[in-house]
C-alpha cells in the first residue's frame, strides 16, 4: 500500500498507449493492492480520478471521485473495475486535464454530455450509474485511459492548450502554449 509514481507523458508514453487487461478474478490479493495504491496515489494528487496503467498497472481499474459539478459535494472515492460505458449523450467540448500531463490543460475535447456505464465495485456488486456534466467527462477520460487514448488525442484544436503562468497580483493565469514566449 503505497503512492506510487505516476508514468508521465510524454517521457513513458508507450506505457500509457498500452491497452489495459478486464481484471479476471476479484480475489487477487494484487487486486486488492492495486486498489489501495491507486486510492493512495489519486489521494496525494489533486486530480479528481486515476486510472491503473498511470501507475504502471495494465488492469481495467479506476478510483474516482465523483461530485465534480458545480454545486456538487465531492463524494469519497469510488472504484470501478472493468467499467464499460452503456449509453452516452452527444458529445460537448469542454474541461481536461491529467495527471500525468502535468501543468497542461484544455477546454476543447468533446466528451458525451452524459454517461450510463457499468463496473464492478470492490465488494464484487455490480454498479450501473448514470453521470453528466463533468462527472461524465471524468469516467470517460478514465476509461480513455484503459484503452491507451490521452485527452491530447482528442482535441478539437491542437493549439487549444493551455498552462498556468504566475499572473498579477500573484495570480496565476492561463496561457495558450504556442503564445509562450521562446516557444511555438
Ligand atoms: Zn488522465
Redesign the pocket.
Known sequence: MAVKRLIYYPEDEAQLRKISRPVANLKNKNLKRLIQDLKDTLESQP?A?I?AP?IGALKRVVVVKFGQNDEAEEEPMLTLINPEIIEAGAPETGFDG????PDIYTWDTPRPRWIRFRAIAEDGVEIVRRVEDMDARVIH??I??LDGV??LDRLRDPDELYTPIPGENGKTKMVRLIDLPGLG
Not at 98 to 101: Q, R
Open positions: 486530480g480520478a486510472a498511470q491529467c495527471l500525468s500531463i477520460h478514465e480513455d485511459h490521452l485527452f
